[in-house]
């Protein structure tokens, strides 16, 4: 039998990618529109016919029915699920979830995408209808009451855990509502029930119901059984909406060959799914197809760049025209169990990775003093300005105008009817008016070859930043590193890239430009079997062992269906670990030595750098087994280096300026096409390649190999520093003082990614109210990550009032803790953590890096340490003025003791802390984001000198003041000069007045007085919290003023709810069991605006921390969250509609003490406008009477407590938002 064809089409969005391997003869490669509907239906199937036309040398008209029977194996990639979700263009579904939840997945997890998007819009959600099922399961959790679950069936979950069936399904009811979902013409659900990840029988039987009646049905505890029912509920939503296009789309393709993709033709039909594995087309489902076009690109660099004796882990570059994508491999692929996709969270394993909205598309600005790359894109319609259709200019014009890209080796189809060639002309002109313009605001002489040079290193330096975060955040040195890259853009930016991040070696692979088709030929059939587990991990290794085992008979079972034999098979053992007490797990792969407790100690002190003393659970047990399946192999880079016998490249097609810098300008540069370089050629930069598809730029500093396989290109490390500390070369430069930009916010991110992974609490973990910063050295705010806005203004003074009091006195291994009002601080939870850091060998503070989180529980009368009642500061728990929480490096636990549980509980009837060892984690875990924040400035004074660094701090604040300058003078133009008036009023009748007096050089004067006085409360606001409402509200003025008006009120309230119990002692046993304190902020509705309709069921302004998951929340916590829906209606009437608060409805299984701290429960959010306000909160208590027994409702208030006992429930509602301009669409002329 003659040898059959291999067949790999990556379908893209604007390209269809084919690669084939025909025995005897050379690979078949082809490039073809995805979209090109006067020549071909289906370019995947147009791809399969040139490619059998070309294998076989007979002719085969377009539209007959094509034969598989000599192809060997036919393998896929696509975006078609991937543009259904980004264009909503999925199948019509309908959402079944647990009763009280009918909105749980449009709040989400509460938080705004934009902190400074006014609007707060969110993308909705993929489902049209809602059907609440009558049935719920809760966990057992050790501190509920015991008589309050006994009527209650207790059955036994996934996890080994017990459970309780507090309502049972009603089937007969579940069956009508889809018999009247099939009846309005839905053909696919989805189903998530709260806790089926671990008790999935009512899933299983409404799934059963669904399948008889005919629906496509997506079960959230089959998909991806983990906790969390939000994610996993989103990712049902998204099966349920993309599967069946998918199905459509296979089914299209199906119709165009002899017989079908089913028949007997023996060819193997498989697609690639979004973890990197390739998956039998009968089994490729919607959510698995997301990211298999990026998916099988990670494959292909994996497999091609690699070298399995050096290990040398490989960075995966691949930047396209709108987004560029990095990703990392070093031996195995990394997977993520989370992301977020167009608004939509997806919980299954996906390949890492990360995007950056920067690609030869991005638009290049000048604003505020700084050069801007993106995000915004020219897309391909106009696309860059080189491209003939007025487009604006873009990095692919800055490359073109330096003479990277070479207008005659492109194909003639620019202009209006792609006809002409790239167009240097109108990039000339453009660069030029920009140039002035740069010039003339900066005072500065630039030419206009210098300005695209600078929008390229900041282009570069956009893209760095996720790569530093797939590495530096987890531990590894970047430049440990090679560089791999592809994508269309990648070979113009490759060098810089890697110099950036300080990597010596660059691999292209000669099918660089269609690598995600290629890597399909070099990928295995993946079966993945996972299920949620519960126990610590040395006392249940049998057990363990036993559910690995039997996920691995599982998996063999499926694989030898599709004909792959125990041989052929290998197993990937996993366990998803954790701290005891903390939410950071992590997926560890079984190391050779059989102990995945140490595997996962070691990797938790390589990301986070510490270890704790707690016991190592484990939480999910998972299998993914690999079919031995790739249709190709070959030697990697390294090993073609070793072995190739090198000469030098020949003469080059011809010789061409390029502009590399501004010392050496233009520079004779040789172009060299890549087909024409003979194997094992080498040449010296500088060089530009040409291959069909792609432009590679060879620096001045590298030296490239032409291989076999592929090119490699090394970097000669410079000779000298990027730059130095020597007077003359310390002016600040515009173009610097970007990257610099990037570069100091890039810490201040990653000081907030180790924060969350390494925290304990709840709130800093879940909920992420937490902030990060870097300050210079006189405690200015230079960079800070955009976590929670009430935090923004107000470290500032924190780190300020710690600047001055120890002024001359901290040493080396001093780091400083406070959260007391006076010193800069917000409510007491909210703990400030900052650390001085010093020059080498001297006492001389040269910055200070600080972290903001809010701790659970710090003493107080209290549990959760925001009582609604207080009217001193100690009733609020510990009260911390400036202490040392390290001295010389050494952590001072028994004084945080002191501060944290001693001092509070001195005071008449106030507890210490109800947590003390998590206060002390997550006080380690701030230091430890202060030290990573530490660590990375300190490579950037390596690399740039300190001088330099400390200048361009300073150079970053000048910046920001003057853009804020700007906005202001454009408000003193807009109002003639008028001051700005405003009156509002708290729910106790307070004022707050403002008045804002500008003037005409961007200065402004807020006055508060006429504000009510201090109260006897707890709702002042120290210095610093005014400071952070000005700063935010100075952030959003140019949102306003692009949509060319002011905003509705939104909720105007935190909705701050806290309980817990203190701590006691067992009568019987002396044993004192802790207590807890929880802490929660609910969201709202938003106001509406000029041009939007106020979002429903977010945070607004002055905060934008997440909700507790209701799976984690009910087994964190002896609770039940009964009800968590919006407020329908709530939202102020008008011509655009304020958003709807929520009812948030939670029953206590314990004796708990319930508070909550509340606003806009008397005054209604005004409209504007004539617009209409709000509907007002409420907060109730719901209990029985202890005589009658009947039920009582009592209003809470707007702050108060309550002693809550088993079976009684707290009803948070909240505001909504005001509504704009009247019902009846005509503006009443009111003015804000």
């Not at 997945?105 to 993308?123: H, M, Y």
């Not at 030869?360 to 020219?378: D, K």
């Amino acid at each position: 039998m003659a040898p059959k064809i291999t067949i790999s089409i990556d379908r893209g969005g604007t390209f269809t990618d084919v690669h084939a391997i025909v025995p005897g003869k050379p690979d078949i490669v082809l490039k073809l529109l995805s979209v090109d509907p006067g020549n071909y239906a289906d370019a995947p199937t147009e791809g399969i016919r040139r490619v059998l036309e070309s294998a076989t040398g007979q002719i085969i008209p377009r539209g007959v029915p094509l034969r598989l029977d000599g192809i060997e194996c036919l393998r896929m990639g696509t975006t078609v699920a991937t543009n259904a979700l980004l264009e909503r263009k999925g199948t019509r579904s309908a959402l079944l979830t647990t009763k009280g939840f009918r909105d749980l997945l449009r709040i989400g997890n509460q938080a705004r995408p934009d902190i400074f998007d006014l609007s707060a819009r969110r993308p909705d959600v993929l489902f049209e209808a809602v059907v609440e099922v009558d049935e719920r399961i809760i966990p057992s959790h050790p501190r509920s009451d015991k008589a309050a679950l006994t009527t209650y069936r207790a059955i036994e979950g996934v996890t080994g855990e017990t459970y309780h069936v507090l309502r049972e399904l009603d089937v007969a009811a579940v069956t009508e509502e889809l018999r009247a979902l099939k009846n309005q013409g839905f053909g696919s659900v989805a189903v998530a029930l709260v806790n089926s990840f671990a008790c999935p029988e009512h899933e299983r039987v409404i799934g059963d119901i669904a399948s008889d009646l005919g629906f496509s049905v997506a079960l959230s505890s089959v998909l991806q059984p983990m906790i969390k029912v939000v994610p996993r509920g989103m990712s049902a939503t998204a099966d349920a909406y993309l599967t069946p296009v998918i199905k459509s789309y296979i089914d299209s393709i199906s119709a165009n060959f002899e017989g079908g993709l089913a028949g007997t033709h023996g060819c193997r039909v498989e697609f690639m799914q979004s973890d990197g594995g390739l998956v039998d087309f009968r089994h490729f489902s919607g959510l698995r197809a997301i990211l298999s076009g990026p998916a099988a690109g990670v494959v292909g660099f994996s497999a091609t760049s690699y070298d399995a004796e050096a290990r040398v882990p490989i960075i995966g570059f691949d930047m396209g025209g709108t987004s560029t994508d990095v990703s990392r491999f070093d031996g195995h692929l990394d997977h993520t169990f989370s992301s977020s996709i167009s608004g939509v969270h997806i919980q299954a394993p996906q390949l890492d990775i990360n995007t950056v909205a920067a690609g030869g598309g991005s638009i290049l600005s000048w604003r505020n003093g700084l050069f801007q790359v993106g995000p915004e894109s020219a897309s391909a319609h106009p696309g860059p300005a080189c491209y003939r259709k007025g487009g604006p200019l873009t990095v692919t014009d800055a490359n073109l105008f330096l003479g990277r890209l070479l207008p005659e080796y492109f194909p003639k189809i620019f202009g209006p009817n792609e006809d002409q060639p790239l167009d240097r002309q109108i990039t000339t002109k453009l660069f030029a008016e920009l140039t002035e313009k740069i010039n003339a605001d900066q005072s500065v002489h630039y030419t206009p070859e210098q300005v695209a040079l600078g929008f390229l290193k900041v282009a570069d330096e956009s893209m760095t930043r996720p790569i530093r975060n797939l590495t530096e955040a987890r531990g590894f040195e970047t430049a440990s590193h090679h560089l791999a890259c592809f994508g269309g853009a990648g070979g113009q930016h490759a060098c810089n890239v890697a110099a950036s991040l300080g990597i010596s070696r660059i691999i292209v692979h000669k099918y660089s430009s269609i690598l995600s088709a290629y890597g399909l030929a070099l990928a295995d059939i993946v079966h993945e079997a996972q299920e949620p587990f519960a126990a610590e991990y040395h006392s249940s290794k049998a057990s363990i062992a036993d559910r690995l085992n039997a996920l691995q008979r599982r998996s063999v079972s499926h694989l030898s269906g599709q004909g792959f034999t125990a041989r052929q098979l290998r197993h990937e053992m996993y366990l998803n670990m954790r701290y005891e007490g903390s939410d950071t797990s992590l997926m560890i792969l079984e190391p050779e030595d059989g102990d995945f407790s140490k595997a996962f100690i070691d990797r938790h002190h390589r990301e986070f750098s510490f270890t704790l003393d707690r016991s190592v659970l484990v939480d999910d047990v998972r299998v993914r087994t690999v079919a031995a399946s790739q249709t190709v192999s070959e030697k990697s880079p390294l090993q073609q280096l070793k072995e190739a016998t090198l000469g030098e490249a020949g003469t080059p097609t011809e010789i061409k300026k390029v502009f590399f810098d501004a010392d050496s300008g233009y520079v004779d540069t040789p172009v060299y096409k890549l087909r024409e370089l003979g194997q094992n050629a080498r040449l010296h930069g500088p060089a530009i390649i040409i291959d069909e598809t792609q432009t590679i730029v060879v620096a001045p500093n590298a030296i490239a190999y032409v291989l076999q396989t592929c090119l490699v290109i090394d970097l000669e490390s410079e000779t000298s520093p990027k730059s130095s500390d020597d007077v003359k070369a310390l002016k600040v430069d515009p173009i610097r003082l970007t990257i610099f930009g990037h570069r100091f916010m890039s810490v201040a991110e990653q000081m907030g990614r180790t924060l969350q992974k390494t925290a304990v609490s709840t709130n800093i973990k879940e909920r992420l109210d937490f902030s990060c910063a870097l300050f210079s050295p006189d405690g200015g705010l230079v960079a800070n990550a955009p976590h929670v806005p009430v935090h923004l203004g107000s470290m500032q003074f924190a780190v300020r009032f710690q600047h001055k009091r120890w002024l001359g006195q901290l040493k080396e291994g001093d780091v400083l803790v406070a959260n007391h009002p006076v010193s800069g601080g917000t409510h007491l939870p909210d703990v400030t953590v900052v650390t001085p850091v010093f020059a080498k060998g001297t006492n001389e503070i040269i910055f200070y890096v600080a972290s903001r989180g809010h701790h659970a529980d710090i003493g107080g009368i209290l549990p959760g340490s925001m009582p609604p009642n207080s009217t001193e500061l100690w009733q609020e728990g510990t009260a911390i003025e400036s202490e040392k929480v390290v001295s010389g490096g050494v952590f001072n636990e028994a004084r945080m003791r002191e501060l944290f549980l001693d001092i509070p509980a001195r005071y008449e009837g106030c507890s210490g802390s109800r947590n003390i060892s998590d206060n002390m984690s997550d006080l380690k875990a701030q230091i430890a984001a202060n030290a990573r924040g530490i660590a990375l400035i300190q490579n950037l004074i390596e690399e740039y000198g300190l001088k330099t660094v400390q200048m361009y701090m300073l150079a970053i604040q000048v910046t920001a003041e003057q853009a804020v300058r700007n906005l202001l003078q454009g408000l003193y133009k807009r109002f003639d000069g008028q001051p700005l008036e405003s009156l509002d009023y708290m729910d106790d009748g307070t004022p707050i007045r403002l008045k804002i007096t500008i003037d005409e050089d961007g200065s402004a004067v807020f006055d508060f007085s006429g504000t009510g006085p201090e109260v006897h409360g707890n709702i002042n606001a120290p210095e610093a919290i005014t400071h952070s409402a000005i700063i935010y509200a100075l952030r959003v003025t140019d949102v306003v003023l692009k949509a060319l008006g002011a905003c509705a009120a939104s909720q105007g309230c935190l909705n701050n709810l806290t309980f817990g119990i203190d701590a006691k002692k067992d009568e019987a046993t002396g044993v004192v069991v802790p207590g807890f304190g929880y802490y929660e902020t609910i969201a709202g509705g938003a106001g509406a605006g000029p041009t939007w309709h106020g979002e429903s069921g977010v945070h607004v302004h002055m905060t934008n921390t997440r909700i507790t998951d209701p799976e984690i929340l009910e087994k964190r916590y002896p609770c039940v969250l009964r009800r968590f829906e919006l407020r329908e209606n709530t939202g102020g009437r008008g011509h655009f509609r304020g958003g709807d608060g929520v009812a948030r409805e939670i029953e206590f299984l314990t004796p708990v003490q319930c508070s909550i701290l509340s606003e806009r429960r008397v005054h209604r959010p005004y409209g504007m406008e004539g617009g209409e306000p709000a509907a007002t909160g409420l907060n109730l208590w719901l209990s029985k009477d202890e005589f009658t027994g009947e039920d009582r409702t009592v209003n809470m208030g707007g702050k108060g407590s309550v002693a809550m006992k088993p079976g009684d429930r707290v009803v948070i509602n909240t505001p909504g938002g005001g509504g704009w301009g009247a019902p009846n669409g005509l503006t009443n002329g009111h003015k804000n």
